[in-house]
């Protein structure tokens, strides 16, 4: 049986050699394994991967619109499956979706300007139902 078919491979990781001298590339592998660590996605307690949406401007409207929904009660605590209503915070989280799409006026595809707005009026009507109850 050749080394290919064992199924695995073994590294010494040890920084001194058999004579108890430092060995030369135990200096590089401490910037290697931080290396791998960043590019690697992050892992959940199961050790499973979990995937990351690309960083953009509908992604970022995205999260702030769910974290407006789970203010607004609509959205279960994720850790404890409860939901909760805090309208102070629902709304501070509605008026810094409105701000953004103000300080991005004239830099925005239609699509993301189309997205915001709709995101926007979907919240504001929660809101304002939340707010009666």
């Known amino acids: 049986m050749s080394d290919e078919d064992k199924g695995f491979v073994v590294k010494d990781r040890r920084s001194f050699d058999e004579k108890g001298d430092l060995k030369e590339k135990a200096a590089e592998e401490p910037a290697e394994k ?5 590019k ?5 307690e199961k050790g499973e ?22 203010h607004l009660g609509d959205i279960p605590d994720p850790q404890t499956g409860e939901k909760h209503m805090d309208l102070p915070m629902a709304k501070q989280t509605i008026d810094t979706i ?10 925005l595809t239609e ?3 189309k997205f915001t ?4 009026a979907d ?11």
């Open 123 to 133: 919240l504001r009507w929660r809101f304002i139902k939340a707010s009666k109850q």
């Open 117 to 120: 707005e709709i995101i926007l």
């Open 49 to 70: 991967t979990t995937p990351l949406p690309e960083a953009n401007f509908t992604a970022l409207i995205f999260s702030l619109s769910s974290t407006a929904l789970f």
């Open 40 to 44: 690697s996605p992050p892992r959940t």
């Open 98 to 107: 409105a701000m953004l799409q103000q300080k991005t006026t004239g830099n």
């Open 34 to 38: 931080k290396a791998a660590e960043e």
């Open 111 to 113: 699509e993301e300007k």
